[in-house]
């Protein structure tokens, strides 16, 4: 069984509130999973401040690769990211505390790749929210309090979504900042510390 790093962190803020929605807040649940390109898995994750680093560093190698490149016919080269392995170590957070600030959701089986087979990628969670983000990742082995490995972002249905996307990035960089994770997009060469103002103008763009 994976050993969980145990950290302090005296100076976190307040663990953020969910997002108050009322009487109208409830969870859907539908029977067919997130559906990705498998090379897309964490184009868009969060990954904990320890690992700017290493995030800077990846980012200087595919920054690289796009240097030259003639991509008439496609990429001649690529760049396989193997400096994270955990990116949101040493934080632990259980899935529910991310459920718990999108409590108006759609929550997928899991998440399953174009050109493969129907079922959901083992240890896999996904769901959609009211504001249109799509939310992923894996967690590890476990029952009833699932310890998250990963939180990734499919592209954002972001039309006429307004106020609830607004409300939602808002409780998303409480929660990154509670956490102390960096919102990251890799093909776009994208590093912000938590800040709901630049996750919009993100989020906006990432279609």
Not at 114 to 139: N, P, Q
């Amino acid at each position: 069984m994976l050993q969980f790093i145990k950290r302090l962190f005296p100076n976190r803020p307040a663990k953020p509130p969910a997002l108050d929605q009322g009487p109208v807040a409830g969870v859907q649940r539908i029977e067919h999973c997130l559906r990705i390109e498998y090379g897309d898995w964490g184009y868009a994750e969060l990954v904990h401040q320890n690992h700017l680093a290493a995030v800077k560093k990846e980012m200087r190698a595919i920054s690289a690769i796009g240097k030259g490149q003639d991509t008439t016919y496609g990429w001649t080269d690529f760049h396989l990211r193997d400096e994270i392995d955990e990116p949101l170590l040493p934080a632990e957070i259980p899935l529910k505390a991310l459920h718990d600030i999108f409590p108006r959701r759609m929550d997928f089986k899991g998440v399953d790749f174009w050109g493969g087979g129907y079922e959901a990628a083992e240890r896999s969670f996904a769901f959609s929210t009211v504001g249109g983000l799509a939310i992923y990742g894996e967690h590890y082995p476990g029952s009833g309090d699932e310890q998250l490995r990963s939180i990734c972002f499919d592209t954002c249905k972001t039309r006429d979504r307004g106020a609830p996307l607004s409300a939602e990035l808002e409780a998303l960089a409480q929660f990154a900042a509670w956490q102390q994770l960096y919102l990251i997009c890799w093909n776009k060469e994208f590093c912000s510390q938590p800040d709901a103002g630049r996750y919009l103008k993100f989020f906006e763009q990432y279609k």
